[in-house]
């Protein structure tokens, strides 16, 4: 009667511990370029959200600018063929009419989302020239709250905050028009990168 053979190679061995070590090397290169890839992703990703909330600022800044009749302070340009900077907060005298008014030509806008609520405090000046924060608060339900003045401004903990800036040239590009430049800058979201947003525009 014919006996089986086993059918086990007699050269057979397992991994030697640098073959692991290699093998383990190569994991860990692996993981550490996909974490390097999701980082860069996520941080792309706020930053691209960050761009959005600044180029929504500014077109909304220019709309209310916009809206100012041209002979209005806050657009005139009655020293010189510039109002306002983009590189530093400025405020100036303008008199108009024999009226002399002072005007921002900066401000600072702090989101802050609160138990399924957007809070937006803007800052502006008061008829006495004192700085005033508004507290715009968007409910889930579709309702806007508007708060009283207040002379101190919310907690930064918690909240995005951006700068605005904006000059108002007089004969620019051409004589009879006056170009608007509104500069944003995020403040205090440094994980995300340098934000900077700035839009123009034309008007009488």
């Known amino acids: 009667m014919a006996q089986s053979q086993s059918s086990k190679p007699q050269n057979s061995r397992g991994f030697t511990i640098v073959e692991v070590l290699v093998a383990a090397f190569i994991l860990f290169v692996g993981l550490?370029?996909?974490?390097?890839?999701?980082?860069?992703?996520?941080?792309?990703?706020?930053?691209?959200?960050?761009?959005t909330q600044a180029?929504?600022?500014?077109?909304?800044?220019?709309?209310?600018?916009?809206?100012?009749?041209?002979?209005?302070?806050?657009?005139?340009?009655?020293?010189?063929?510039?109002?306002?900077?983009?590189t530093s907060d400025i405020q100036q005298d303008v008199t108009v009419n024999g009226v002399t008014q002072s005007v921002n030509y900066y401000d600072e806008v702090y989101f802050s989302p609160s138990l399924g609520s957007m809070q937006e405090t803007e800052s502006s000046l008061d008829t006495n020239n004192n700085v005033q924060y508004i507290t715009t608060t968007y409910t889930p339900d579709g309702h806007m709250n508007t708060s009283q003045p207040a002379g101190t401004p919310p907690a930064s903990t918690g909240s995005t905050v951006f700068k605005r800036r904006w000059i108002i040239e007089q004969g620019t590009p051409v004589t009879g028009v006056r170009r608007i430049t509104v500069l944003v800058t995020l403040l205090n979201q440094s994980t995300a990168g340098t934000v900077t947003f700035q839009m123009s525009m034309v008007r009488p």
């Open 55 to 86: 180029a929504t600022l500014a077109t909304e800044k220019l709309e209310d600018l916009n809206r100012f009749p041209s002979t209005d302070a806050n657009i005139a340009v009655t020293g010189g063929s510039s109002a306002g900077g983009l």
């Open 32 to 51: 550490v370029a996909v974490a390097g890839v999701v980082g860069s992703t996520l941080s792309n990703t706020a930053r691209s959200e960050y761009m």
